[in-house]
């Protein structure tokens, strides 16, 4: 059982990192904020927690690797990176900017990052290759990727999953950020993704299912997915809401990948800082 | 004694397999073509380092990929014409990241043959040479396909490997040394240069042949890397002759016509003439009436040749 303690520490961390995504977004006046707000509990509970991971060292062989497959949900995976070490806070105010290291999208040039995203679906493919090096190498490292539930509607992503059950890659953790809004719409409006539950389980899968907003949920996940070991590749549903904590942005399409204007800012950071971390799922 | 032939294809096989056996860092890929590519080579010596992706491109690309980002030196083979089903792949993870994968793709050009259009690749030099970081190669026989295979496992980078279907001359002996970047002058002539790529290299050696007996002496070079393309051998023998013909089955668009036109044109302007596919798809047939119907065998090449260089002045 996770102490309490630490699943509020957890908690402070991601409120603490929401405000520093939409400070991040508004100052570049660019980028995605809903997809980061619904993703960045579950990256708390990765980068805080699960991850056997060095920031001095970051292409430690040995290490976890964790692919974002939702490369537009850079803001997310930036603010954890620099939290942790990977390189200088300084860095997240060229966020977007010419000449600065943190471009729009990951690049594998920029320390810490393990998957260069942006075009979707491709994350899940490159895991799976990284997963049959890893067997191949019998290292006992896992690999996580996170997928958003808009992106599953790209064909690569089953023909990842078939593979990836096919090959019985037991050390492969996919996490599914189901926060139900895509750019122009509703997912269930714009093609819906049916029963994803059903999908992974008859695609061989072990799944999990979780409020992904709920860090004690998130831990324990987590804790079962890495541990599972069972030749069978996992999926994590997270069920999330996209543009989490910021009540105007919650299931708004509109906020997909717009920046906030600077009253829209404001009140959303005002939003962050009342937020009740014990009470917060 | 008989001419000795082979596929280019056979050669990746051959290649790889031994490759195998040396490097144990080598992983190879296929997307159901094994059998085809000939990395069944490799596959049935060393089942724990190939990987079967079923008939899907796209994940063999993003396999390749992280495979590669893990340290290994990745080959992955299909169709010529089906790797560009995983094109966009390609461009943003392999070449944008300047991964260690070697794509190799078979069966291209009209000399695919009775399988028709959709199997025909006439754009892949095209594609490929447009992408940054990437280095393209188009063997002439399966000798020079060795090399290049061997050649590869030392170059950290990404690269595209064109391929053939059907059995060609053997042009090259054993200790043939192949350099990715430079051409290979065949032939020496004063009359024109023809620069010539894959299977067109043999439709040009004997279109030589047929232009002597014109009394007309040619040379011809074997471009086998498309990118980088050897610009000092080029404008050298472009200087002396003047007069410029690229050889090959792929649409003249874009290919080595392209590649060419884009190079003489700023740094040595002079007379030039793109032999190829005349941005067109082909049809089913056997590779040799192909080649004469869509102007791409010896007899059209020197036909071609002659016209253009009479019309001098």
Partial sequence: MVKKELVLDLKQKARELRREILTMIYNAQSGHPGGSLSAIDMLVGLYYYKLKIDPKNPMWPDRDRFVLSKGHCSPALYTVLADKGYFSKSEIEGYRKIGRMLQGHPELSTPGVDFAGGSLGQGISFALGIALACKLDKKTCNVYAMLGDGEIQEGIVWESSMAASFYKLDNMIVILDKNQVQQTGKVKDVMDVGNVNLKWKAFGWNVIDINGHDMQQIVKALDKASKMKNKRPTMIISNTIKGKGVSFMELNHKFHGKAPNEEEYKSAIEEIDKIDVKKFK | ?313
Avoid: W
């Avoid at chain 2, 491109?57 to 993003?62: A, F, S, V």
């Avoid at chain 2, 083979?77 to 792949?89: G, K, L, V």
């Fill in chain 2, 1 to 313: 004694m008989p001419e000795q032939k082979a596929a280019t294809r056979d050669g990746y096989g051959k290649a790889l397999l031994e490759l195998g056996k040396i490097n144990l860092n080598v992983v190879a890929l296929d997307a159901d073509l094994s059998d085809s590519t000939r990395s069944e080579y490799f596959g049935k010596q060393f089942p724990d380092r190939f990987f079967s992706m079923g008939i899907a491109e796209q994940d063999m690309i993003g396999a390749a990929a992280g495979l590669a980002f893990s340290g290994k030196i990745v080959y992955a083979s299909t169709f010529a014409i089906f790797s560009e089903r995983a094109f966009e792949f390609v461009r943003n993870i392999i070449s944008r990241n300047k991964l260690n994968v070697k794509i190799a793709g078979s069966h291209s050009g009209i000399a695919t043959g009775e399988d028709g259009k959709s199997a025909q690749a006439t754009e892949d030099i095209a594609i490929y040479r447009a992408l940054p970081n990437m280095v393209v190669l188009q063997p002439s026989d399966a000798i020079e396909a060795e090399k290049m295979v061997l050649a590869l496992a030392d170059y950290k980078g990404p690269s595209y490997m064109r391929m053939h279907r059907n059995p060609v001359p053997i042009i090259h002996d054993a200790n043939y040394s192949f350099e990715i970047g430079k051409g290979e002058i065949l032939r020496e002539g004063e009359d024109a240069l023809i620069l010539s790529t894959g299977t067109l290299v043999h439709e040009s050696l004997k279109a030589a042949e047929i232009l002597e007996k014109e009394n007309m002496n040619v040379y011809v070079a074997n471009i086998s890397t498309i990118k980088p393309i050897d610009k000092g051998l080029i404008i050298d023998i472009a200087k002396k002759t003047n007069f410029v013909i690229t050889a090959e089955d792929h649409n003249v668009i874009g290919g080595l016509g392209g590649a060419v036109a884009e190079l003489l044109s700023e740094e040595y302007p002079c007379r030039m003439k793109r032999i190829g596919i005349q941005d067109r798809y082909a049809e089913s047939g056997k590779p040799d009436e192909l080649y004469k119907k869509y102007g791409l065998d010896a007899a059209s090449i020197a036909e071609e040749v002659i016209k253009f260089v009479s019309k001098k002045g």
